[in-house]
T-cell receptor
């Protein structure tokens, strides 16, 4: 089983560039999430989705956008990259009490 | 809002010995889940153990067990017979019991970096 797949695994962006972090899950989960992990910190919720067509902001949504056109895919868009967005990004899906995480994307903005 | 606090940024243990990682949390809810996740250098988030707040019995998974003190809002993880492969960052996390909307989100502590010495 593929589970939750994130691409890319690593990326370096220049300030002001845009990019999309891809996330796909093959478990037919309605709930999906984007978290960011900064050094020495736990994961913080950026956005979440409770199903196709429904998204909402988490704790740290500024500078990001999401969409959920299908159950499987939940991409995260950075429009104008800033150094403060240097972080490791995790996508996750959940069913009941169990969460499944992707392997993360390490993003560096220079 | 719920908060999760891990007061030990780093811990170390000798191989084959026992170590306990601490976690406290704050919530006004009576029903919820608590988790311990392991994050090795590969970055993968691996669920170690889960505790439902309504259960008085402490959860156990092989060498991993918890001490859940609901009144004290404390949720510590005990690793017995520590192995080199246990070296990782460990995160304590909280999730409300109620379904719907953002209630499914996890709130994480800052983590404890565990080193296992041979």
């Amino acid at each position: 089983n593929a589970g939750v797949t994130q691409t890319p695994k690593f990326r370096i962006l220049k300030i002001g560039q845009s990019m999309t972090l891809q996330c796909a899950q093959d478990m037919n989960h309605n709930y999906m999430y984007w978290y960011r992990q900064d050094p020495g910190m736990g994961l913080k919720l950026i956005y979440y989705s409770v199903g196709a067509g429904i998204t909402d902001k988490g704790e740290v949504p500024n500078g990001y956008n999401v969409s959920r056109s299908t159950t499987e895919d939940f991409p995260l868009r950075l429009e104008l990259a800033a150094p403060s967005q240097t972080s490791v990004y995790f996508c996750a899906s959940s069913y009941g009490a169990k969460a499944f995480f992707g392997q993360g994307t390490r993003l560096t903005v220079v | 809002a719920q908060t999760v606090t891990q007061s030990q940024p780093e811990m170390s243990v000798q191989e084959a010995e026992t170590v306990t990682l601490s976690c406290t949390y704050d919530t006004s809810e009576s029903d919820y889940y608590l988790f311990w996740y392991k994050q090795p250098p590969s970055r993968q988030m691996i669920l170690v153990i889960r505790q439902e707040a309504y259960k008085q019995q402490n959860a156990t998974e092989n060498r991993f067990s918890v001490n859940f003190q609901k009144a004290a809002k404390s949720f510590s993880l005990k690793i017995s017979d520590s192995q080199l492969g246990d070296a990782a960052m460990y995160f304590c996390a909280y999730r409300p019991w109620a379904s719907g909307g953002s209630n499914y989100k996890l709130t994480f502590g800052k983590g404890t970096l565990l080193t296992v010495n041979p």
